[in-house]
C-alpha cells in the first residue's frame, strides 16, 4: 500500500512526531501540513481550531489520497480527533493518549506533571486520559502560551530558551512531580532545556515515539504497510513563511528530509 501517511499540526511542532515515524517506519511516505499561518492554536476558540483541523484533513485526502491521518498537535487532538476519526474511513490518531501510556509507564510516584497550550491544558484531555489508564493519578497541569510563539519565531537557536522555558515552567518544578508530559508537540524541540530546568530526575516525555508505534501497529493491522523497496520522497507543506520552516526542519532533522512548500487551506472545507 504506497499510499501516503498524512501528519498534521499547527505549525512546526508535528516535525517531532514525523521524524519518529520515519524512524519506525522507514519506507513509509510522509505528507506534512503544518498551518504556520495560523499558528498558534492554543488560545483559538474551538470552532476555529476544528475548522483549521478539517482543512489541513480535507487537503490531504483530496489531494494526496492519504491512507492514515495522524493529529500530530495536540490542541487539535484534544477538540476535533473525536469528530474526525468518526467521520472518516481511514485510520486516524493523536497524540494524547500515547503520551499517556508513555508517563505512566514511566512514573514512580505516580505524581506526573502535564505541560501545554491554553485550549490543551483547559480541555484536560490529558488528565482524563491518564485517570483513564490508572486511578489514583496526581496530575499537575500549567498552560504554557510563550513557548509555541517562540519555537515558530526560530529563535529557539540561541540562548533565550533558558529564559523562556525558566519563565513559562517555574510553577511546575516545586510539585513534587517525576514525570512531565511534553503536552504540545512544539515542547520537544525545546527538551533540554526543559530537562535541565526540571533537573535530572524529572523524567520528560514526549508523544512522537509512542504515536509513531501505534501508527506502524494499526497499519500493520490492517494490511497497509508499503511494501515498496523505492526510497520514499517526503513532501512537507506549510501555510506560512517557507523559509523559516526550512530552516527549523533542516535544525531538527540535521538535513531537509523532503521538500517544501507553501499551501493555503482557508475555505478548503466548510462544515
Given at each position: 500500500m504506497?499510499?501516503?501517511?498524512?501528519?498534521?499540526?499547527?505549525g512546526v511542532g508535528g516535525l517531532t512526531v514525523a521524524k519518529e515515524i520515519m524512524r519506525q517506519l522507514p519506507k513509509e511516505k510522509i505528507i506534512y501540513v503544518g498551518d504556520t499561518k495560523r499558528c498558534p492554536y492554543g488560545p483559538r476558540k474551538e470552532e476555529e481550531v476544528l475548522q483549521y483541523t478539517w482543512e489541513m484533513a480535507h487537503y490531504l485526502l483530496k489531494h494526496h489520497h492519504i491512507k492514515m491521518l495522524v493529529i500530530a498537535c495536540n490542541?487539535?487532538?484534544?477538540?476535533?480527533?473525536?469528530?474526525?476519526?468518526?467521520?472518516?474511513?481511514?485510520?486516524?490518531?493523536?497524540?494524547?493518549?500515547?503520551?499517556?501510556?508513555?508517563?505512566?509507564?514511566?512514573?514512580?510516584?505516580?505524581?506526573i506533571g502535564v505541560i501545554g497550550t491554553i485550549n490543551t491544558i483547559k480541555s484536560e484531555a490529558y488528565k482524563e486520559a491518564l485517570l483513564s489508564l490508572k486511578a489514583g493519578l496526581t496530575v499537575q497541569s500549567l498552560a504554557c502560551p510563550l513557548l509555541v510563539p517562540f519555537v515558530e519565531s526560530g529563535t529557539f537557536l540561541d540562548q533565550t530558551a533558558e529564559a523562556v522555558v525558566k519563565?513559562?515552567?517555574?510553577?511546575?518544578?516545586?510539585?513534587?512531580?517525576?514525570?512531565?508530559?511534553?503536552?504540545?508537540?512544539?515542547?520537544?524541540?525545546?527538551?533540554?532545556?526543559?530537562?535541565?530546568?526540571?533537573?535530572?530526575?524529572?523524567?520528560?516525555?514526549?508523544?512522537?515515539?509512542?504515536?509513531?508505534?501505534?501508527?506502524?501497529?494499526?497499519?500493520?493491522?490492517k494490511g497497509l504497510l508499503n511494501t515498496s523497496k523505492e526510497t520514499p520522497v517526503h513532501t512537507f507543506y506549510t501555510t506560512g513563511q517557507q523559509q523559516n520552516f526550512q530552516n527549523i526542519a533542516r535544525d531538527w532533522f540535521g538535513y531537509l528530509p523532503g521538500k517544501v512548500e507553501t499551501v493555503s487551506l482557508e475555505h478548503i472545507y466548510q462544515q
Open positions: 504506497d499510499q501516503p501517511i498524512g501528519v498534521i499540526d499547527s490542541t487539535a487532538t484534544a477538540i476535533a480527533l473525536d469528530e474526525i476519526k468518526a467521520t472518516l474511513d481511514i485510520p486516524v490518531i493523536g497524540v494524547i493518549q500515547p503520551g499517556a501510556r508513555t508517563a505512566i509507564k514511566v512514573t514512580n510516584n505516580q505524581h519563565d513559562s515552567l517555574e510553577p511546575m518544578k516545586e510539585t513534587g512531580i517525576d514525570t512531565l508530559i511534553l503536552g504540545c508537540t512544539h515542547y520537544p524541540i525545546l527538551k533540554e532545556p526543559i530537562q535541565r530546568f526540571m533537573g535530572s530526575d524529572v523524567s520528560i516525555i514526549s508523544s512522537g515515539d509512542e504515536t509513531a508505534r501505534e501508527a506502524s501497529t494499526i497499519l500493520s493491522y
